[in-house]
């Protein structure tokens, strides 16, 4: 079966401790598909040993190609190397190695989209030290968008998915101030951020008729233009059109009660207006087993739902349960069929 592909994510954060504990892991479920990271193989045997970690490492070689790797076992993880030029200490992230960490992304997308693998999990970047190196993306996400972009692909809009084990968000604005919600936010964004989410949960999630619940802006969702006229001005307007379109969209509900435990079993997904109101919930009730999943784009990608971790970086600390969780997510969404056809 394909594989799927881990990025380095930056060597100085704890992407490679917590890939090899997750290999050993009895929690990982990839079926017969073998893991294989695109990172530094003298990195990755020298915290093994550091820290004690009892994960087989088989690098492949110039013969080795990706459809031909065995089928995966529970303690081997496969490296296609990628020399950093620079030795990673654990805390402490150069930008020397931001092209070997753009690399580690621009290969997985390549094979992916090339149809040699059947995903990408990406482990986390340090963006302020990638753009130190002259990184111009506002994040992740959207370089992801473009790498698929110049591969020749039509890309509506990649959009964040947190999707934890009772809750699944979104935020419709992402990484920008606060401040500037409200500017930016208008009824076409969400129509086309809700149309994304909904076909996506059916072609990867198979859930054939998406309930989608939209937050509002405003407390109390604006208490009919008391607190804000964003709601009914911008989001109602967009809920309309959207179940114009067949779409299972209601709202706007205020989000101070949309996260309750009684109110999660009404919906599939819910849209937030901006970052902080989709991420906390999900991140409240289960961070370690929530999954970042980009929607949108032509081939798998999953994320843990953490960052680089400097501060914990080689000391051993570091759970791998949501990078788990992630490559679980990449492997089930795969099994599903509906990526595992070259784009």
């Given at each position: 079966?394909?594989?799927?592909?881990?990025?380095?994510?930056?060597?100085?954060?704890?992407?490679?401790?917590?890939?090899?504990?997750?290999?050993?892991?009895?929690?990982?479920?990839?079926?017969?598909?073998?893991?294989?990271?695109?990172?530094?193989?003298?990195?990755?045997?020298?915290?093994?040993?550091?820290?004690?970690?009892?994960?087989?490492?088989?690098?492949?070689?110039?013969?080795?190609?990706?459809?031909?790797?065995?089928?995966?076992?529970?303690?081997?993880?496969?490296?296609?190397?990628?020399?950093?030029?620079?030795?990673?200490?654990?805390?402490?992230?150069?930008?020397?190695?931001?092209?070997?960490?753009?690399?580690?992304?621009?290969?997985?997308?390549?094979?992916?989209?090339?149809?040699?693998?059947?995903?990408?999990?990406?482990?986390?970047?340090?963006?302020?030290?990638?753009?130190?190196?002259?990184?111009?993306?506002?994040?992740?996400?959207?370089?992801?968008?473009?790498?698929?972009?110049?591969?020749?692909?039509?890309?509506?809009?990649?959009?964040?998915?947190?999707?934890?084990?009772?809750?699944?968000?979104?935020?419709?604005?992402?990484?920008?101030?606060?401040?500037?919600?409200?500017?930016?936010?208008?009824?076409?964004?969400?129509?086309?951020?809700?149309?994304?989410?909904?076909?996506?949960?059916?072609?990867?999630?198979?859930?054939?008729?998406?309930?989608?619940?939209?937050?509002?802006?405003?407390?109390?969702?604006?208490?009919?233009?008391?607190?804000?006229?964003?709601?009914?001005?911008?989001?109602?307007?967009?809920?309309?059109?959207?179940?114009?379109?067949?779409?299972?969209a209601n709202g706007p509900f205020p989000a101070d009660t949309l996260f309750e435990q009684s109110k999660r079993s009404?919906?599939?997904?819910?849209?937030?207006?901006?970052?902080?109101?989709?991420?906390?919930?999900?991140?409240?009730?289960?961070?370690?087993?929530?999954?970042?999943?980009?929607?949108?784009?032509?081939?798998?990608?999953?994320?843990?739902?953490?960052?680089?971790?400097?501060?914990?970086?080689?000391?051993?600390?570091?759970?791998?349960?949501?990078?788990?969780?992630?490559?679980?997510?990449?492997?089930?969404?795969?099994?599903?069929?509906?990526?595992?056809?070259?784009?």
């Amino acid at each position: 079966m394909k594989p799927l592909l881990v990025t380095m994510g930056d060597p100085a954060g704890i992407g490679g401790e917590i890939l090899l504990r997750a290999i050993a892991d009895a929690r990982l479920k990839t079926g017969d598909r073998p893991v294989i990271a695109l990172d530094d193989p003298d990195r990755l045997n020298k915290l093994k040993q550091q820290l004690g970690i009892d994960t087989a490492i088989n690098v492949l070689d110039a013969t080795d190609t990706l459809d031909s790797i065995p089928e995966a076992k529970s303690d081997t993880l496969h490296v296609w190397p990628l020399p950093m030029p620079v030795a990673a200490e654990p805390g402490k992230p150069s930008s020397d190695n931001a092209a070997a960490i753009l690399a580690s992304i621009e290969r997985a997308v390549a094979a992916t989209l090339d149809g040699h693998a059947a995903a990408v999990i990406t482990n986390p970047i340090a963006k302020d030290v990638l753009i130190r190196a002259g990184f111009r993306h506002p994040g992740h996400t959207e370089y992801l968008g473009q790498l698929a972009e110049d591969a020749g692909h039509t890309v509506r809009r990649p959009v964040m998915m947190l999707a934890g084990p009772s809750l699944r968000t979104i935020p419709v604005t992402v990484h920008i101030a606060l401040a500037t919600v409200p500017l930016v936010l208008n009824t076409d964004l969400i129509i086309e951020t809700a149309e994304i989410a909904a076909a996506d949960l059916t072609a990867n999630f198979g859930i054939t008729h998406p309930r989608l619940a939209i937050s509002g802006l405003n407390p109390h969702a604006g208490e009919s233009g008391l607190m804000g006229k964003e709601d009914d001005e911008i989001i109602k307007p967009a809920i309309a059109a959207l179940q114009a379109k067949g779409i299972d969209a209601n709202g706007p509900f205020p989000a101070d009660t949309l996260f309750e435990q009684s109110k999660r079993s009404f919906y599939d997904v819910a849209l937030c207006m901006y970052h902080d109101q989709a991420l906390i919930p999900v991140k409240t009730l289960d961070m370690a087993n929530t999954v970042n999943v980009t929607l949108g784009l032509p081939f798998i990608r999953t994320s843990p739902d953490h960052g680089t971790a400097f501060d914990i970086a080689g000391k051993g600390i570091a759970q791998p349960d949501s990078l788990i969780a992630a490559i679980n997510m990449a492997a089930e969404m795969a099994d599903k069929g509906e990526h595992d056809n070259d784009h």
